[in-house]
């Protein structure tokens, strides 16, 4: 069983950076897939970036590439979600979500942080 609790939303102009923070319980985090999801008011859920057990792979969607970092800290059972050049479009609550390395489909989520970006 893993909890997953999200920190670091805000309000924030275009242009600017914010940098989120997913704090994981249980002694197996290290052995999970880690991603952030989003989603706007309006609209589906959808993926943003994740990163495998060891960090050594990422897949950003094509919208935040050049500009959204995901890494992890296996020794604080943490994720992190850096966020630059934000576009009023990065408006959302941002999920992170664990999930283990056989399965497709992410098993636990956070309750989600905001995120507005103004124009």
């Known amino acids: 069983q893993v909890q997953l609790v999200e920190s670091g939303g805000g309000l924030v102009q275009a242009g600017g950076s914010l940098r989120l923070s997913c704090a994981a319980s249980?002694?197996?985090?290290?052995?999970?897939?880690m991603g952030w999801f989003r989603q706007a008011p309006g609209k589906e859920r959808e993926f943003v970036t994740s990163?495998?057990?060891?960090?050594?792979?990422?897949t950003y969607t094509n919208s935040v590439k050049g500009r959204f970092t995901i890494s992890r800290d296996n020794a604080k059972n943490t994720v992190y979600l850096q966020m630059n050049s934000l576009k009023p479009e990065d408006t959302a609550v941002y999920y992170c979500?664990?999930?283990?390395?056989?399965?497709?489909?992410?098993?636990?989520w956070g309750q989600g942080t905001q995120v507005t970006v103004s124009s």
């Open positions: 979500a664990a999930r283990a390395a056989a399965n497709v489909q992410f098993d636990y």
């Open positions: 249980g002694r197996t985090f290290s052995s999970y897939v």
């Open positions: 990163i495998s057990w060891s960090g050594t792979t990422t």
